[in-house]
């Protein structure tokens, strides 16, 4: 079958892809208007913002645009974001099989792995990262905005929370990068968060149980007597 008539299997709503590139957007401001604040070496990066005070407006504002796709998704579609929700906390043998065998593709080999879900162990664990990230810079980030809010000792641990989430979620964000454009194989799972869709085959050794759970759906039930 050529390349242009490969069968497509829908992965993604309309809403999660939005999100998905609003969110990745706000992330790579945020990065690039707090690199300054934190060390003179890229003091060169103000021109960008006009200034400090423009970078930190300009930080302040995408920290709001950064939580909104949260609320955009459980509006537009929440059925997603609760199925992502209870695969990425639903662990089976097969997810630590995958695991195991995991850094020997990270690194463009072709190992066999057991049959993954919607969500495979590596997204899985790319998710659960997200999460605990997130909620570390979000939380410090509201401390460290309203500081008059909150305890002397809360607002004091922000700021070395903030610098360790924000670590943490750029070392995540590097390498789900590189899964998304720079793996051999990658292109499928980039087309799925642009278009929507993935190639069939791809669906089969990405996500073969979803993929068989697919097909499940579409066989005619069997009339019962």
């Not at 709001?64 to 949260?70: A, N, Q, S």
């Not at 695969?87 to 695991?99: A, C, G, H, S, V």
């Not at 309203?146 to 305890?151: G, S």
Request: no cysteine; hydrophobic share 50%.
């Amino acid at each position: 079958m050529s390349k242009g008539k490969q069968k497509m299997v829908k992965r993604f709503s309309k809403p999660v892809i939005i999100a998905h590139w609003v969110n990745a957007l706000a992330f790579f401001v945020l990065y690039i208007s707090a690199l300054p604040m934190y060390t003179e070496f890229f003091d060169w990066l103000y021109v960008l913002f006009g200034g400090p005070e423009g970078a930190r407006l300009v930080h302040r504002i995408f920290a709001v645009i950064f939580i909104l796709p949260i609320v955009f998704i459980l509006i537009a579609d929440p059925k997603s974001f609760f199925h992502w929700i209870k695969q990425i906390f639903t662990w089976r043998k097969d997810d630590i099989e995958f695991l195991k065998a995991f850094p020997k593709e990270f690194f463009g080999g072709h190992p066999k792995t057991p049959k993954q879900d919607f969500y495979n162990a590596g997204e899985k664990v790319n998710s659960l990262l997200i999460i605990v990230t997130t909620v570390m810079l979000i939380a410090s980030g509201v401390i460290m905005w309203f500081p008059q809010f909150f305890p002397q000792g809360a607002v004091m641990w922000a700021y070395p929370i903030h610098n360790i989430g924000l670590g943490l979620s750029a070392a995540v964000v590097v390498g789900h990068i590189y899964l998304s454009i720079g793996h051999p194989g990658s292109k499928a799972a980039f087309r799925g968060m642009v278009k929507g869709d993935i190639p069939e085959d791809f669906a089969k050794a990405h996500h073969g149980r979803w993929y068989d759970e697919l097909q499940k759906e579409k066989q005619p039930k069997k009339k019962t007597s």
